[in-house]
């Protein structure tokens, strides 16, 4: 289930980069502001996934703490 949730909210953010690249206003600063809207997009994406994966799929194992040492 959760590669479903990763290419949903990647398709999400993909239609949000798309919908701000062509709704940007003509001028000077038409590059920069999409580049950081571009750029927003992507970095917020790629934590939120990276985020979300960390939490399904743990390195390291918890230790419950209540429990008594083996000898």
Same mark, same amino acid.
């Given at each position: 289930? @959760? ?5 949903? *909210? !990647?398709?999400?953010? =993909? =239609?949000?980069? =798309? *919908? !701000?690249?062509?709704?940007?206003? $003509? !001028? $000077?600063? /038409? ?7 571009? &750029?927003? &997009? ?12 960390? /939490? &399904?799929?743990?390195?390291? $194992?918890?230790?419950? @703490? ?6």
């Amino acid at each position: 289930m @959760s590669f479903f949730h990763i290419v949903v *909210v !990647g398709a999400i953010v =993909a =239609a949000l980069a =798309a *919908v !701000g690249w062509f709704v940007m206003p $003509k !001028g $000077k600063n /038409q590059t920069l502001l999409r580049t950081a809207i571009l &750029l927003t &997009l992507t970095c917020c994406y790629l934590m939120w996934a990276i985020t979300y994966l960390a /939490q &399904l799929h743990p390195l390291i $194992k918890p230790r419950r @703490s209540d429990l008594r040492a083996e000898y």
